[in-house]
Nanobody, 117 residues
Framework: QVQLVEGGGGLVRPGGSLRLSCAVS????????MGWARQVPGKEREFVAT???????KYADSVRGRFTISTNSTKKTGHLQMNSLKPEDTAVYYC???????????WGQGTQVTVSS
């Protein structure tokens, strides 16, 4: 069974920074860290940053230039560095993994990020 465990959420003032982390474990072993999505109540979950198998990043327009996604050599750990945070970045952030063999996506339990003064 695949597990994705997030950490690093919390409360931060506008203009501040947070760093989210994600750890992928379990089977199938072909699941790798793939990206971050966020969701606010009443809206669909949206990807904010993703990595393909070659670790090439892709960002949503709303976060480009402020957020940076990264992974390690095993592709089992991922991070999201969030700078210049805005109140509209407030959401539950989910770590996503993808099965390299099947293309199936897996999700973590989510971590709350609140940007407020």
């Amino acid at each position: 069974q695949v597990q994705l465990v997030e950490g690093g959420g919390g409360l931060v003032r506008p203009g501040g920074s947070l760093r989210l982390s994600c750890a992928v474990s379990g089977r199938p072993s072909s699941v790798y860290f793939m990206g971050w999505a966020r969701q606010v109540p009443g809206k669909e979950r949206e990807f904010v940053a993703t990595l393909n198998w070659s670790a090439e990043p892709k960002y949503a327009d709303s976060v480009r230039g402020r957020f940076t996604i990264s992974t390690n050599s095993t592709k089992k750990t991922g991070h999201l560095q969030m700078n210049s945070l805005k109140p509209e970045d407030t959401a539950v952030y989910y770590c996503a993994g993808r099965d390299l063999a099947t293309g199936d996506d897996y999700w973590g339990q989510g971590t709350q990020v609140t940007v407020s003064s």
